[in-house]
Each structure stands twice: as C-alpha cells, then as structure tokens.
C-alpha cells in the first residue's frame, strides 16, 4: 500500500503543542485553526515528502535552510489566503475621500504609492489600484502611482503577479471596475488590466521581518486581517513598523479591532464610519 493511500495516524497532543511553538519559533505566527485542519495540512506535507509519522516530519526542523524552506511550505497550506475583490468597501471609499484630499495639497511631485501588507492573491492591492487609478485620472492623469503588495505565501504571490482570476472572484466588483480595469480571457477568467498590473508589484515577505523590509514612504498602507497570526506584542510593534513608513499625512488603514491598545504621538485617528484608520501628522 502507497502512504497517499495508507491512513496516517492522528496528530497527538504533544506533537501538536510542538508544531505550534515551532511555528511561533520559526515564523512567528500563532494559526487558531481547529486542529483537524491543522494536522489535514500537515499530512498533506507528510504524503508530499513520504514520511510516515509526524515525529519524522517535525525532526526535520533545525536550523537548516532545507528547513527554512519547509515551514515556508507549511505556511503557505496553514495561512487562509480568502479574499475577494472590492471586500472592504467603506474602506475602499474612505481611500477615495482621502486621495481627494491628497490632491488639494499643493506638494503631489512624488507620486502616489500605496502598499498592502498580507496582500494574499493580490485582490486587495489591486483593488486599492483601481481606486487610485480612477481618482487620479479624473483630476490629474499625468501624476505617477504604484502599489506594492506583500504575503508570506509564495503562492499567493505567483497568483498576484499573474493578475488572473475566475469569474466568481470578481462578483463584487463594481461594474464601472471591470469594465475599465479588467479584459475577459475566455468565458471563465478575467485579467488585470496591462496598465495597471505593470505599476503593481508583488513580494514574498513576512511581517514579523518588516523592520528589514526595503521600502518606505508610502501615501497609504493597508493591513487587514493579518496580525491576527501574530501575539499581541508583535501586533503593536508591527503597526508602529507600518508608521515609519509612511509619507507625512499618509492614511494606515487596518482591521476592525486590531487597534486596541494601540496609540502612537504621530498619528490621529480618522473619522470614516466603519473604517479603522489613521493619518499621520505633518512635522
């Protein structure tokens, strides 16, 4: 009998309580997926790499690069990677407010750039483009923008770039979006538009490393539903990490509740209804 098709044992309490605190060792993410979901993702490695036991699967984990490019692997089945188009609406709209304002201030010689943290399949950067792409054309098309996007699942990322969805992915995109920011490629799937995929780029990262990220001053950063995998602590050290990098008068834009116990001297909570959000103050 093959290990796909042999029943693997189940995961026990130890080895479980060891693969998360390896996971928050390694990755520094916390998963609060039932456990059965859990030890499902974690077999599926096991058939991938021909073990039989998940002793044999956690011995693997040492310092080694080989390592490395396992729990990468493992994170990427354990993240949820469900997004959709145009999900957050208010906040999508208090974007458009904001850029509008940008547009009064006299200083707009650097561009516009934006960056979504925990950018999944790319859904919610490009989302965020359209927005952008629609304000700054019909008030100043010359001005340059571009997005960046960032998620620690590399097959989140190769999806992004490839700007490519289903039909049922974009149900909830407005119907003036699709018709100017997306083609049809056949009767199932539609593709960003060339002009706008070009000026959004996608990375692999993780948040828990974003000191060491190489980009900065950003107008606007969105990051929703994405500390969740992360302790409280890290939580708050990495929302004063996404202030540094923005722009004087840049817009942060998070979760619902992930602000709490959060405050920081430079910025000031926005007044969007249903939206949690902050400008930074000018110097």
Known sequence: MTLAARQLPHLNGRQFQLLMQQLQRH??????????VIEGCVGERLR???????????ALF??????????????????????????????????????????????????????SAGCSAGQELYSIAMVVEQRLKGREPWLEWHGIGTDISFGAITQAQLGQYRESAIAH???????????????????????IRARCHFFHSNLLHVNDAPFADFNLVFCQN?????????????????????????????????DMGWKHPRMQRAAWPGVTAYKKREV
């Not at 990755?27 to 059965?36: F, K, L, Y």
């Not at 959709?84 to 009064?104: E, H």
């Not at 119907?175 to 009767?187: E, G, N, Q, T, V």
Request: charged share 25%; glycine share 8%; with cysteine.
């Open 27 to 36: 990755a520094g993410i916390r998963i609060e997926s039932p456990q059965g």
């Open 173 to 195: 995109l407005p119907a003036p979006f699709r018709r100017d920011c997306l083609r049809r490629i056949d009767s199932q799937t539609w593709a960003i538009d060339d002009e």
């Open 226 to 258: 994405v500390l969740i995998y992360f302790e409280r602590d890290t939580q708050l050290w990495i929302i004063n990490q996404l202030c540094d990098r923005l722009r004087n008068g840049g817009l942060l834009v998070l979760g619902a509740g992930e």
């Open 48 to 58: 991938a790499l021909g073990l039989a036991s998940y002793d044999d699967y956690l």
């Open 62 to 115: 040492d310092d080694s690069i080989c390592a490395r490019a396992e729990w990468l692997a493992l994170v990427d089945l354990l993240t949820v990677k469900e997004t959709r188009f145009f999900r957050q609406g208010a906040a999508l709209d208090a974007v458009a407010d904001y850029i509008d304002q940008w547009l009064q201030r006299e200083d707009t010689g650097n561009g516009f750039s934006f960056w």
